[in-house]
């Protein structure tokens, strides 16, 4: 079974930048697309960004477009999120998901397995 653990998570003051990592184990990334989600208290988790498995097209929320860039490294079995201009809103539990499937989208329901999540938070 494919596991996850984030990490890289912390406290930054608005307009910071972080990197999260998320390493993979009990299986290859190579057959699986990845994608980063976020939960706020009382919120819904939302997807962040995604990445396919073949090309590596990826997807943004608007809201983190052009600030956030997704990557992958298959070889190191690993999957980046760079979070630059982090605002409050920023603020959340973090994780990294995958999906085997063939045909998603970048939302909770289509990703399978989860890591335990990393808290971000951007405060001064």
């Known amino acids: 079974q494919l596991q996850f653990v984030e990490s890289g998570g912390g406290l930054v003051q608005p307009g910071g930048s972080l990197r999260l990592s998320c390493a993979a184990s009990?299986?290859?990334?190579?057959?699986?697309?990845v994608g980063w989600f976020r939960q706020a208290p009382g919120k819904e988790r939302e997807g962040v960004s995604c990445?396919?498995?073949?090309?590596?097209?990826?997807h943004y929320a608007d809201s983190v477009e052009g600030r956030f860039t997704i990557s992958r490294d298959n070889a190191k079995n690993a999957v980046y999120l760079q979070m630059n201009s982090l605002k409050p809103e920023d603020t959340g539990v973090y994780y990294c998901a995958a999906t085997s499937r063939s045909i998603w989208s970048c939302v909770a329901t289509d990703f399978g397995s989860w890591g335990q999540g990393t808290q971000v938070t951007v405060s001064w």
């Open positions: 990445i396919s498995r073949v090309h590596g097209l990826t």
């Open positions: 009990g299986s290859t990334l190579e057959n699986h697309a």
